[in-house]
């Protein structure tokens, strides 16, 4: 029999994915969201557009004069992160899913050639102009200006605890209380996120004291719904912890809040 001869056609490399959607970042492809997040509007522009009738009917007792600049800002570059065609195509089976959306990744190049189309296509539709000029904006504003509600943090919740990066001891944090929802941003090593409610705060209080009292540091608490560069998965009113100076081990803050809960557990059972 004669010999088989060798296959001079070589299979062509795949295409790298859509290089004006995602850039490499080590052995993962991550989505650029600056793509989708630059907005340049005038600040006076955007109040002008509200009030405080709109807001309260949103939800939000905030009076639109004591809404902060820096709050509208961020609520007009969320247009299309708070958008739930965007939010349904990074949730699907394209993405690994994270507590913020810069964190996101897809699985493969595959999928990120996949997602792409997806993304191109929603990108075409979306006006931010119109987002802007939308209820979707005055709720996104008054999302940022009050407490989350019930169902609100049982979402968040939800999505916290089907994340594979997330460490037992935040699901029983965030077990521990209805109205306490924390998280930690992969991106941000020894940052605390708490979202905002009584509890949080209470929460936020505790951390201040007890960490000032047993490691000589203070705590630096900051509004990070308000900030544009802050991606959060979900886009409601948010504070960020970061011990100052920086040197303790990333989890003083977690461990600091599940000690604080698991008190509150002991001093409820003991009240029986």
């Known amino acids: 029999m004669g010999r088989r001869k060798k296959n001079k056609h070589k299979s062509k490399p795949l295409p790298e994915p859509d290089s004006g959607l995602f850039t490499r970042r080590g052995d993962q492809w991550r989505l650029r969201l600056d793509v989708l997040t630059h907005t340049t509007p005038d600040v006076n522009d955007l109040r002008d557009q509200l009030t405080t009738e709109e807001l309260k009917a949103h939800g939000s007792e905030t009076k639109l004069e004591n809404v902060p600049d ?62 802007l000029m939308s209820r979707a904006y005055v709720r996104v504003v008054a999302a940022l200006s009050r407490d989350l509600h019930a169902e609100e943090v049982s979402e968040i919740k939800e999505h916290i605890a089907r994340l594979d990066t997330t460490p037992d001891d935040l699901r029983e944090v965030n077990n521990s209380l209805p109205g306490l929802c924390v998280t930690e941003p992969l991106c941000q090593p020894g940052v605390l996120w708490v979202y905002s409610t009584p509890e949080g705060r209470r929460l936020l209080r505790h951390l201040t004291r007890t960490i000032r009292k047993k490691y000589s540091a203070n705590v630096v608490v900051t509004v990070a719904s308000s900030d544009p560069v802050v991606l959060p998965r979900f886009r409601y009113r948010m504070y960020a912890a970061r011990i100052s100076p920086e040197g303790n081990t990333p989890s003083v803050l977690r461990d600091t809040a599940l000690n604080w809960v698991r008190s509150k557990r002991r001093s409820r059972r003991s009240a029986k």
């Open 70 to 131: 820096d709050l509208l800002i961020a609520a007009a570059s969320s247009g299309a992160t708070t958008c739930m065609a965007f939010l349904d195509i990074l949730d699907g089976d394209c993405f690994v899913r994270a507590p913020c959306l810069c964190c996101y990744y897809p699985h493969s190049a595959a999928s990120a050639r996949v997602a792409a189309t997806t993304l191109r296509l929603f990108w075409r539709y979306y006006e931010s102009e119109s987002y």
